[in-house]
C-alpha cells in the first residue's frame, strides 16, 4: 500500500497519525473492480443498506420497547400508536427484516451461478454463510419481541428442536428458556441477543469486507482481470451503481412499508401470546420456510433437525464440492439447468414448508429435500468431471470488445 | 405444564392446517372500503356511525382497550361527547393521600374501559366463552375486515344434520363453523344521528370500518406520507440512473 498523497493539510495531519483515509482511498477511489459487473452484483451493498437501516430503526425502538411478558405487546402497540411515528419505525423494522433477506438470497444464488466461492474466495464465501446463520438468529429472536402468538409458539417449537439432541436434550431447552416454559426469562435473554447479534453480523460484514478487497471481486465471466485496460475505479462507477440500485430498492421497500406494511406477517401475532391456546397453523417467518421443509421432511426428529442445520453447513463444503474449475454459469452448459432446477427446488421446499405436513404435500417435500442434497453432494461434483465447458474469454475486455464490435 | 406445551407444540408441528382452512375455508365477502388503495382514506361520518354501533352493541361485551377515550376526538367526537362517554366506566386509581385505592370515573386520558374486570368475568357471563378485546381485530384475522364483516353477516341457520353446541351459534366463516356470539346485527339496531338509512349491511360496514380505524388509527397519515416518498425517491432514482449512464459513457 503506497500512501496517496494529499493536499488538504487537516487529512495529511490526521492520515500520518491514523490512516484512516489512505485505507478509504485504497478500498473506494483506487480500488480495482472488473469493468463487467451486471445488476446481480449491487445486492451485496443493498444487503449492507438493509442492516444500516436495521440496526438505526432498531435501537430507537428499543427506546420504547419493554421486554417483560405482560407489557411486551402493549408496548409494541404503544409505538405504533403514541410514539411519533412508531408506526413507521415499526413498519421499517418489519419490512426492513424480509427485505433483508431478499437482498442476502439475492446475493447467494448469484454466487452460487457465478462461482462466486470457488478460489480464491472460499473464506469470503464462509464469512457470508456466517452472516447469513447470524441474521437467522437475529431475525428468529426479533420476532419473538412484539410477543404475540407466533413469537410464542414459534419460539416454543424452534427451541423445542433442540430436545431431540439425544442425552442432553431437555437440558439444553430449559438452559435456552431460562425455565421450564418459553416465559420471561427467555423474553428478556432474546432481547439481549437481538439486541448484540446485529453488532457481531456487523462485524462479520467487515471481515468480509476485508476478505473481499483481499481477493477482489468476482465477475460474470468468472475469469481474473488481466491488467488496468479491466479494471475501473470503485469511485465513482460502482458508488453511482449502487446508489441507483438503492433507489429502486428504497422503491420497492418503501412501497410494502407504505402500502401493504403487513404483507409479509402472520395476522396470529396480532393477537397477544398465550400459552394456553396453540394457533392452528404455525408457520415460522418465509425466510425459514425451505428450512422448515427440510425440518419436516425427515419423520424422525432428530434426522429433520441434522437435515435442517446440514442444509446450510453443507454449504461451507461447495468450494469442494463443486470440482469444476469454471466459474461462471455462462461457460457451464449443463450446469446452467442444473442451477435453474435447483432454485426451482428451493422455492418448491419454500411453498411446502408454509404448507401442513399432510397428504401429497409429505411425499413432495421429501422429495425436493432429496434433490436439495443431491443438487449439492452428487450432482455438482461429478458435473465438474463430466461436463465440458465452453472456452473462456481470454479476457475481460476481449469479449466486451467484441460484442461492441 | 411443559409435558403440554411440547406435545401440542409438536402436534401443531405435524398437523398444522393452512390459514385458509383455519378460517373455516369459507368464501368471504369481499367488500370496496374507503381506505383501500392508494389514495384510500376513512370517511369520518362512516366512523362516526360505526363508533356508534360498538358503543352501543359491541362494547357491552367487548373491550377495545388499545383506543384511548382522548383518540375518539380524531373521529369527530366533540371533547364534552368524549368525555361522556369515558364517564359512563369507572376504573380504579389511587393511592390517595389517605392510602387508599378508589373507583373514579375515566378521564380521557384512560383507554378504553372493558366491560368486564377480568377474563374470568367476561367467561361467566357469555356462557363459558370469552369475547376478544377488538382493538386489533381487523388486523388479526386472515381476509381483516372482510372477514369480520363476514363474520357478523354471516349467521344462518344451521344446516340439516350439523350438530350445534350449547349456546352456539351457526356461522358461515368463523372457523369451526360455531361461535359462542349471538348474532348481533339486525336492520334498525341503532338509529344514526345523521339520518342514514340504519339496514344491516349498512351497521356493519359502519362497525367494521370503524374497528379498522381502531385498528390502524395512522393509515391516512400512512399514505399520504407514502405517496410523498415515492414521488420522491422516483425523481431520486431517475437522477442517480441519468447520473449513472453519463458517468459510464466512456465504459466499453
Ligand atoms: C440484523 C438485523 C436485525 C434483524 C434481521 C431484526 C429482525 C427483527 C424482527 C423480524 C423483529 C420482529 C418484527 C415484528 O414482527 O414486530 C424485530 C423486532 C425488534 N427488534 Fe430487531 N432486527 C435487527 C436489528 C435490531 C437492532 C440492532 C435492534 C436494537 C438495537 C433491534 C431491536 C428490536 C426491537 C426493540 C424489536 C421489537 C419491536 C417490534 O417488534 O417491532 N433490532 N427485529
Redesign the interface.
Known sequence: MSAPAFNNKIIKWIDERIPLFTVLEHSTSSYPTP?NLNYWWNFGSLALFALVIMIMTGIVLAMNYTGHTSMAF?SV?RI??DVNYG??LR?LHMNGASFFFICVYVHIFRGLYYGSYKAPREILWWLGLLIYLAMMATAFMGYVLPWGQMSF?GA??IT?LF?AVPVVGNFIVTWLWGG???DNPTLNRFFSLHYLLPFVIFALVFLHLVALHTSKSSNPLGIEPKGPQDT?PFH??YT??D??G???F??VF??F???A??FFGE??N??PAN?MV??????PEWYYLPFYAIL?AIPDKLGGVIAMFGAILVLFALPWLDSSKVKSGRFRPVFKWFFWLFLADCFLLGWIG?????GNYIPIGQAATFWYFFHLLVVLPLLGRLEKPLALPASISAP??KE?A | MLRSVITSAALALALGASPALASGGAHLDKQAWSWDGVFGSYDKAQLKRGYQVFHDVCSNCHGLKLVAYRNLKEIGLSEEEAKAVAAERETKDGPNDEGDMFNRPGKLSDRYISPFANDQAARVANNGALPPDLSLMTKARVGGPDYVYSLLMGFADAPEGFKLGDGMNYNKVFPGNQIAMAPQISDDLVTYADGTKATADQLTKDVVSFLNWAAEPELEVRKSMGLKTMIFLLVLTALFYALKRKIWKDVH
Request: proline share 13%.
Open positions: 469493468k402493549d402497540e405504533m400508536r408506526w413507521l413498519y409458539w416454543t417449537v423445542n430436545s421450564f416454559a418459553v475501473i465513482p462507477y453511482i451503481k446508489l441507483y438503492v433507489g429502486v428504497l422503491l418503501m412501497g412499508v407504505f402500502y406494511p403487513n395476522p396470529d396480532y393477537i400459552p396453540t394457533p392452528p397453523h404455525i408457520v419436516r408454509g404448507k401442513p405436513a399432510e466486451v470488445l461492441k
